[in-house]
C-alpha cells in the first residue's frame, strides 16, 4: 500500500518495555480511527518507536485513489491529501492533549513527505518543463524528458493498486509514461487484487464524524503510567540530577 501520511513524534518521556508496547497500541488506535475517517478507507497503520526520549514514526497506508475520493481531479486530490496529512498530525498531538499529556512532552511533531509529496513535486517539474520548453534546446529537453519518465517510473513502483496506477498515468502525456512493458513486467504483479482493493472501501465521512470526541486512548494502566504527566520532564529531571 501506498503510504499516504507519515507524522513524526519526539515527545519527552522515557519508558520501558511495557510501556513501549502501550504507547504503541495508543498511538496506532488514535492515528487508525482518524486515518480511516479522513481518508475514507480502512488504513493500514504502523508505528515505530525508539528508545530513549519517545521518537515515534507514524505511518499510514492506503489507496491513493480512494483517498482523494470527492476532491475532483487526482491531480487537486493529491494535493488535497498532503493537507489530510498535516490534519493526521495535528489530530494525533490534540489527542495526546486532550488524554492527559503536558504540552510540554511534545518536544516535536512534524508530518514527513511520503508519496502524495513525490506525485505533487513531479507534476510540478512537468509544469515548469512546459512553461520552459520553447526556450530549451532539443538536447535539454530530451535530457529532461527523460529524468521526468524516470520519476514517474519511480512512482508507478510505488504504487500498490491497479486504480492508483491508472489514475496517475491518466495525468501525463504520453511523452513522460514509463513503456507500457516495463509497467507489465516490473510493476503489475505486485499490484493488489481488486477484492482487496473493494475490502478497503468504507461509507464516506460526514463533518459531524470528525468533531466528535474519540474514544480514550488510555484504556490500560501502563498507557497511563507511561504517557501522562507523573512528574518533571525528562530535561528539568536530568538538570538536576547534574
Given at each position: ?38 481518508y475514507r478507507q480502512n488504513s493500514n497503520v ?197
Amino acid at each position: 500500500m501506498s503510504n499516504l501520511a507519515i507524522v513524526y513524534l519526539h515527545l519527552d518521556f522515557d519508558l520501558s518495555y511495557d510501556d513501549f508496547e502501550a504507547t504503541r497500541e495508543y498511538l496506532t488506535n488514535v492515528a487508525g480511527r482518524y486515518s480511516s475517517i479522513i481518508y475514507r478507507q480502512n488504513s493500514n497503520v504502523r508505528v515505530e518507536l525508539r528508545d530513549g526520549s519517545v521518537k515515534a514514526w507514524i505511518l499510514v497506508a492506503g489507496s491513493i485513489y480512494v483517498a482523494i475520493g470527492q476532491y475532483g481531479s487526482f491531480r487537486s486530490g493529491v494535493d488535497q491529501i498532503i493537507k489530510d496529512a498535516k490534519s493526521v498530525k495535528e489530530y494525533i498531538t490534540d489527542t495526546l492533549v486532550k488524554d492527559g499529556v503536558d504540552e510540554s512532552r511534545v518536544i516535536e511533531a512534524k508530518r514527513n513527505r511520503c508519496l502524495p509529496d513525490k506525485i505533487r513535486r513531479l507534476f510540478l517539474r512537468i509544469d515548469r518543463f512546459e512553461e520552459r520548453i520553447d526556450d530549451m534546446s532539443p538536447a535539454e529537453k530530451a535530457r529532461e524528458a527523460e529524468l521526468i519518465t524516470r520519476a514517474a517510473a519511480g512512482i508507478s513502483y510505488e504504487l500498490d493498486y491497479q486504480e492508483d496506477l491508472n489514475q496517475f498515468l491518466s495525468c501525463l502525456d504520453d511523452l513522460f509514461k514509463p513503456s507500457p512493458e516495463s509497467l507489465k513486467l516490473r510493476y503489475r504483479p505486485a499490484i493488489r487484487k481488486e477484492e482487496d482493493f473493494m475490502d478497503r472501501l468504507v461509507v464516506p465521512y460526514t463533518a459531524d464524524e470528525l468533531t466528535i470526541e474519540p474514544p480514550r486512548g488510555f484504556e490500560s494502566s501502563s498507557a497511563n503510567k507511561a504517557l501522562q504527566l507523573t512528574s518533571a520532564p525528562l530535561a528539568l529531571r536530568n538538570r538536576n540530577c547534574n
